[in-house]
């Protein structure tokens, strides 16, 4: 549909007009719109209509029809200037009833046991909720899109508005909440300073805690002790799966920067209890449980490392003795995790070291977990004629990626391994060989061996009786037994043998004479330098003639 043609027909006193114009504005564009820069004149000034036609009194259908033509024309950052105002975004704010300043009141009717808000919420008709929606999408674009739209949504206290709504009611339409949470990560993640004042002012990790907990259905059984999810109950619905998910991401956002105090303490570890709990969910699809143990992970990397002992200190639901009575079900399904990201075999950076992070963390600060990391990932030696990076085992698998091409990837891989070996650079090469090692030694300046600065306890490493015969006979480079190999000069004859030797001289005498290598002497000093100058040196007492 021409562009020019809508404009000309465009009046926004007629809403009957505007409805029916627009509807097949949309029809036409909903998956097909075209940025064409000649027509970026022409769709600023739609936008400006469309707007303008939004600010008068209309139907809930026909302001559903504008939203969704503006949503469309928001795709386009280039045309968002009449939007990106003040007048623009409190006039998308209204459409999605977000209302500044009413967090206070709401809270003591919270308090109070009255829910008027929530009913006010409720009683909007279908149509009503649309419009709600499309707002919602349309301020999601906008601020996307528009660094002016961000400004002016600090200014206007637009993020304040969003706890407001979620504080209020927690029944509202999917979509609804699906698209409050998603603004509300949307300012996180662009405006620092609103991060600041959301965590600070307005209590948000608290509040979208409340959140996760409600959309997770969490019961608890103990401090930070949710109750186990029935193993054959049904998966977590799709829907309540994206709510938890837009939640996760904004708390990501909110738990960048690590405050302190007690009570700081106090929620974050209320969040490792609800984040254990989403860790042993199921969603519908194996994809969907993937992603939602992704944002789990991300955020339990936030969180300080002290917290980590949540996860396995869950008494009623029982542990296991060998591990000082710790429930390592959560431990497992982040191994687990870890070797699917692994076995991916693409975007290792995004997807497998969050998860290494973590657990190379909760390892060096938590004994239990680390143990039974190991035995997962680094049992005892046994078969050692294979090279270390062969096979199909974890530990196979963990050992290529220390020589990953990318360089975060194969050092967080190597901090991983040296971490379940208690930093000994000894234990390391055992499982790896030295040629896989040799990148974290030198980036730890530990070439000549040692530990690193972690304390560990001493527990139980003992080799097996296979390792420990075959041990004089492991080739350090490689990490395994080699067969041994011919020597070449067996069945030579003393004239091949001599034929050898003396081509090798000649090469060594070339290179030398291109300068491609020199050879090189020790001063008596200790110093290196080339070797004629050590064998004739002006300083040496003893050059000269011979003494008497």
Known sequence: MDLNTVLSQLEPDNEEEVEKLLQQFNRENIHTFSFDPTEETLRIKLCQSVLTALGMQMQPGCQR???????ILSRDKRVLAPVATKEGVLILGAMARLRAGEEDEEQEEEEEGDDRRGSR??????????????????????VFNSPAAQQVSVEVELAHSLCARLRAAREWHHEVGLFTLRLLFLLSALRPDVRAALRREWHAVKLLTEVLEHTLDVRWVGPYEA???????????????????????????????????????????????????????????????EEAHSHAVNLLNNLPVTCLDVLID??????????????????????????????????????????????????????????????????PLKDVKIRPEIGTTVRNKLVRLMTHVDMGVKQTAAEFLFVLCKESVDNLLKYTGYGNAAGLLVARGLLAGGRGETQYSEDEDSDTEEYKTAKPFINPI????????????????????????????????????????????????GTLAPLVETLCDPHDDNSGSDSD
């Open 478 to 525: 490689t990490g395994h037994v080699e067969e041994p190999m011919p020597n070449p000069i067996e069945e030579m004859t003393e004239e091949q043998k001599e034929y050898e030797a003396q081509k090798l001289v000649n090469m060594f005498d070339k290179l030398s004479r291109q300068n491609v290598i020199r050879p090189m002497g020790v001063r008596p000093d």
């Open 65 to 71: 029809t504008c939203l969704e033509t503006l949503r």
């Open 314 to 379: 869950v008494p009623v639901q029982g542990g296991q003795e060998k591990y000082g009575g710790k429930n390592m079900d959560v431990v497992q399904v982040l191994l687990d995790f870890m070797e699917k990201r692994i076995d991916k075999g693409s975007n290792y950076k995004e997807g497998l070291t969050p998860v290494l992070s973590l657990l190379t963390e909760g390892s060096r600060h938590h004994r239990e977990i680390r143990r039974f990391i190991k035995a997962q990932v680094l049992p």
């Open 121 to 142: 919420e409720h009683v909007q008709s279908e149509a009503e909720e649309r419009v709600v929606v499309e707002a919602l999408k349309c301020l999601c674009n906008v």
């Open 227 to 289: 109750a186990r999810p029935e193993p054959q109950g049904p998966p977590m619905p799709a829907e309540d799966n994206e709510r938890a998910m837009e939640a996760l991401k904004a708390l990501f956002n909110l738990t960048l920067s690590e405050a302190g105090g007690e009570e700081d303490d106090h929620q974050f570890r209320l969040v490792a209890a609800i984040l254990r709990h989403l860790l042993m969910l199921k969603t519908e699809t194996e994809e969907k449980t």
